[in-house]
């Protein structure tokens, strides 16, 4: 594998995807430039708030990344580049870019509402509430998941390494120094015409800034040296207000600040791929091209592949690495670097209602998505770099596997050997903001799902009474939502979690049929969905049934019982649900053909 040869070949192909697939697309489902968007119609200050495209970009990519396209494809790495680079680019541009801009177009034709809006009036009411139910579940996962990772990253402990601790400390200052600039910028900035460089370059100018006064205060001994526990806490209250503040206060400046961070550690890693590949050290990569149609987690040492073990004879996991059948495995544990049913919740919620003109749609939906299989791809290209290390099971999680290679393809390049752990610590800062992004990101979309779930069709928020106008209050709905979201983080979220990825794609599948949906309602060509929903949903549904029968095996062979209970449960509800509403969608697109074939 040669690392900068990958790297130019998918460049090339993403960007004619979105000029070929993405602009038919456009025309296909009649995007409209000069209709008026939800932003402008419905401005209110506090959601619905229009921004340039630089700056909606950004939020809608930091929102939409988290840590997914760095350790799909490392975890899927275990069954060999090809398949996942295939993956990469075959699933973002013909399902997770189509995904992505399907979600967000269809939100803008439906004032800027949620995708559960959406399923409601092109398929029934049912369906919306069967969606805004899963929905918000899942999202609760996510605010409890990304919780637990940012308070990880942030956290000092006693038992920890003083590096550690340190790396920590500074990641937690400039994430800090973040928020607080922003919300100075958002003010500075809020109805002014700035000229787009003029903004640009201001960003960039206060990055700098922020991550060097952030990385050297705790050097001079000024930090926050707390345990995971205090910045649950902590945590929970900053999503509390972010996800009820105005966007332009917080969301919008914290987002566009950020992204120029994420842009940077994009660039990072492709002149660390450049460098190396010009100096021969990634110019034929050991990671092999396909394992095989089964991998499992066990390490293994690369050159030999004989399995490994430990002084006690028991076999060495690889805790980076994904394992199971190629179908559906491959599939599921790359999410957002080819399709992921978050994106278009983010899509429908959030961005819909920040969008200038209706022309946006397509280089933030389909654009934002291929940025993210860009990154996909330089995952990729990092864990071949250290693939012996890797395989050998030397890596706790799939961000030091992208950090570790990253920063020493940097390395390779004559003049920058010593940069090697700044560059490891700015990657790994990288991937803190791209989670942070996304955590408060989610909790104002679970707020939003929550409200729509409590709200009828055709109902204003202002007429509904009793029980529904208390549980439709964003404050409300917010506070049920962190309380939730921070007690599953700090005690069993991890119960569940290996569930996500199923459930997950199992939204994008649905979210596919409901765009689908309307589209055919609406007369539009909608039969480039069919294929990617119905992979999606045979994908998903097989991933569940195998996990139905694992657990099923554990729980006959006795023992602690519990987990295995949860979540053999939990799959039967989730392959319920998604039969259900797919033959709901599915009588409604077969019924719009005939009815537009009559």
Known sequence: MNALLILLV???????????????????????????????????????????????????????????????????????????????????????????????????????QTLAVVVAENIDNTAKKLFCIFAYLTLLLVVAAFASIVANTFAVSATAAAASNLANEQTAMISIIFIGVAVVYGVLTRGRNIPGPVNIVTAIILIIIMVAIGYNLPLMGISLALDYNTWMIILGVYILIASVAPVWILLQPRDYLSSYLLYGMIILAVIGIVGASLMGAASNLQIPAFTGFVATNAAFDASTGQALVDEAGKA???????????????????????????????????????????????????????????????????????????????????????????????????????????????????????????????????????????????????????????????????????????????????????????????????????????????????????????????????????????????????????APAVQAILAVLLFVLAVVLAVKGVKTIVATVKRNAA
């Open 316 to 562: 060495i996991t690889n805790k980076a690495a994904a394992s199971g059948f190629l179908f559906p495995a491959l599939f599921i544990t790359i999410a957002c670097g080819a399709i992921s049913g978050f994106h278009s919740l983010v899509a429908s919620g959030t961005t819909s209602k920040q969008l200038d003109k209706e022309s946006q749609a397509q280089p933030i939906g389909y654009g934002g998505m291929l940025i993210e299989c860009l990154l996909a791809v330089i995952s990729l290209c990092a864990v071949g770099f250290v693939w012996s290390k890797y395989a050998a099971g030397g890596y706790a999680s799939p961000t030091a596997v992208f950090a570790d290679g990253l920063s020493q393809m940097l390395a390779c390049i004559p003049g920058l050997a010593d940069v090697q752990g700044l560059a490891y610590a700015l990657l790994i800062l990288a991937v803190s903001a791209f989670c942070l992004t996304s955590l408060d990101t989610a909790t104002r979309l679970a707020r939003y799902m929550f409200q729509e779930l409590w709200t009828p069709v055709d109902t204003k928020p202002e007429d509904l009474t009793g029980v529904r106008k208390v549980m439709a209050n964003p404050y409300v709905a917010t506070i049920i939502t962190v309380v939730i979201g921070v007690f599953l983080g700090m005690t069993g979220y991890t119960i569940i979690w290996p569930l996500f990825g199923a459930a997950n794609q199992l939204l994008a599948a649905l979210a596919l049929l409901a765009v689908a949906a309307w589209l055919g309602n609406a007369g539009r060509n909608n039969k480039m969905f069919f294929v990617p929903m119905a992979f999606m949903l045979a994908a998903t549904l097989t991933s569940l049934g195998i996990t139905f029968y694992q657990k099923m095996l554990l729980i006959m062979k006795g023992g602690d019982i519990f």
């Open 10 to 112: 998918a460049a090339v192909i993403l960007v004619i995807g979105y000029v070929c697939y993405g602009g038919w697309l456009a025309k296909q489902w009649g995007v409209d430039p000069k209709r008026p968007t939800p932003a402008h119609e419905l401005e209110d200050g506090v959601d619905y708030v229009p921004a340039p495209p630089y700056v909606v970009l950004g939020h809608h990519f930091s929102s939409i990344a988290g840590a997914g396209p760095i350790n799909g494809p490392i975890q899927a790495a275990v069954f060999g580049w090809v398949p996942v680079l295939l993956w990469v680019l075959i699933g973002g541009i013909f399902f997770g870019a189509m995904h992505d801009f399907g979600s967000l177009f269809a939100s803008l034709r439906h004032k800027g």
